[in-house]
């Protein structure tokens, strides 16, 4: 394993909150969500091993990670859809399992897999999610127009979401999860299986929505993408963190972030694998 990057990540057992700083440095801003401790197994295999995350308000966050890494695990027990078995989240200085109505009001969410009303047209999908975030009719049907024709949805808008491409259920989620106007946005893969052109306007949403001084948090193991979009990384292997900071910090000194995250994770290319000495076309 390389060198570790940006801010080292001890383990719990060894560490205490520190307080730093004197008197006249300015206090510090709250961080959008504080996790300390985050613990979750599923049977004999541990998920999450006791993480401890500070993302910073205002931000586009980056939580990055090899498959089986457990980001979409983090992410369920940070948004309240899955219970940790220990640990605390705060979500705006709200803890997600104590006041889950005051976070929910707070976060969007657009998970993997997600399920929707699918014998809904996108319109109604929305309309009837403004309703239950207690929007105004009016008002939600202001934002939904907005939404769909910035997300290019404004020709399918009457189409049921069983009849979308995988891309259009992506923006239709999207849209829903941001129709409430949260403070932080959290998504799992959101440009998985998306086409370039569902794509780009995605990111032109994200990035719009994070200049407004709100902040996305979002999973993804493709670091050209990461590296593209986001100001501040959370790196995850084998259900630790194993480094967070900004871009800069977690690069350090390689190349690439691609480069930084392989060294971080202990990665080992096919060039160091034993045998394969038959692989090549040859016969």
Same mark, same amino acid.
């Given at each position: 394993m390389g060198i570790p990057r940006g801010r080292a990540v001890p383990d719990r057992t060894e560490t205490e909150d520190v307080p730093t700083g004197g008197a006249a440095d300015a206090p510090p801003a709250p961080p959008a969500v504080r996790v300390r401790g985050l613990w979750k197994r599923f049977g004999g295999q541990v998920a999450v091993s006791g993480i401890d995350l500070d993302l910073p308000a205002g931000r586009f966050i980056g939580l990055v990670g090899p498959n089986g890494a457990g980001k979409t695990t983090t992410l369920s027990m940070v948004t309240g859809l899955l219970r940790?078995? #220990?640990? %605390?989240?705060?979500i705006g200085g709200h803890d997600v399992w104590a006041d889950p109505v005051a976070v929910k009001s707070r976060i969007g969410?657009?998970?993997e897999g997600l399920?929707?009303?699918?014998?809904?047209?996108g319109r109604e999908l929305l309309a009837y999610t403004g309703r239950l975030r207690g929007i105004a009719g009016?008002?939600?049907?202001?934002?939904?127009?907005q939404l769909l024709d910035v997300l290019d949805l404004a020709g399918a808008q009457h189409k049921l979401v069983v009849d979308y491409s995988t891309g259009m259920r992506k923006k239709i989620g999207l849209a829903a999860a941001l129709l409430h106007n949260p403070e932080v946005l959290f998504l799992d893969e959101p440009f998985e299986g998306v086409d370039p052109v569902s794509a780009q306007a995605i990111r032109g949403v994200l990035e #719009?929505? %994070?200049r407004s001084g709100a902040t996305v948090v979002f999973s993804s193991h493709v670091m050209e993408l990461v590296e593209s979009l986001c100001d501040w990384v959370?790196?995850?292997?084998?259900g630790r963190i194993s480094a967070q900071g900004t871009l800069?910090?977690?690069r350090g000194g390689a190349p690439s972030l691609q480069q930084a995250f392989l060294d971080l994770v202990g990665a080992r290319g096919a060039d160091g694998a034993d045998g394969l000495d038959w692989l090549g076309g040859g016969r």
């Amino acid at each position: 394993m390389g060198i570790p990057r940006g801010r080292a990540v001890p383990d719990r057992t060894e560490t205490e909150d520190v307080p730093t700083g004197g008197a006249a440095d300015a206090p510090p801003a709250p961080p959008a969500v504080r996790v300390r401790g985050l613990w979750k197994r599923f049977g004999g295999q541990v998920a999450v091993s006791g993480i401890d995350l500070d993302l910073p308000a205002g931000r586009f966050i980056g939580l990055v990670g090899p498959n089986g890494a457990g980001k979409t695990t983090t992410l369920s027990m940070v948004t309240g859809l899955l219970r940790p078995d #220990r640990g %605390t989240v705060e979500i705006g200085g709200h803890d997600v399992w104590a006041d889950p109505v005051a976070v929910k009001s707070r976060i969007g969410v657009l998970p993997e897999g997600l399920r929707l009303f699918e014998r809904l047209s996108g319109r109604e999908l929305l309309a009837y999610t403004g309703r239950l975030r207690g929007i105004a009719g009016a008002e939600t049907d202001k934002r939904a127009t907005q939404l769909l024709d910035v997300l290019d949805l404004a020709g399918a808008q009457h189409k049921l979401v069983v009849d979308y491409s995988t891309g259009m259920r992506k923006k239709i989620g999207l849209a829903a999860a941001l129709l409430h106007n949260p403070e932080v946005l959290f998504l799992d893969e959101p440009f998985e299986g998306v086409d370039p052109v569902s794509a780009q306007a995605i990111r032109g949403v994200l990035e #719009r929505y %994070t200049r407004s001084g709100a902040t996305v948090v979002f999973s993804s193991h493709v670091m050209e993408l990461v590296e593209s979009l986001c100001d501040w990384v959370a790196v995850m292997a084998a259900g630790r963190i194993s480094a967070q900071g900004t871009l800069a910090e977690v690069r350090g000194g390689a190349p690439s972030l691609q480069q930084a995250f392989l060294d971080l994770v202990g990665a080992r290319g096919a060039d160091g694998a034993d045998g394969l000495d038959w692989l090549g076309g040859g016969r």
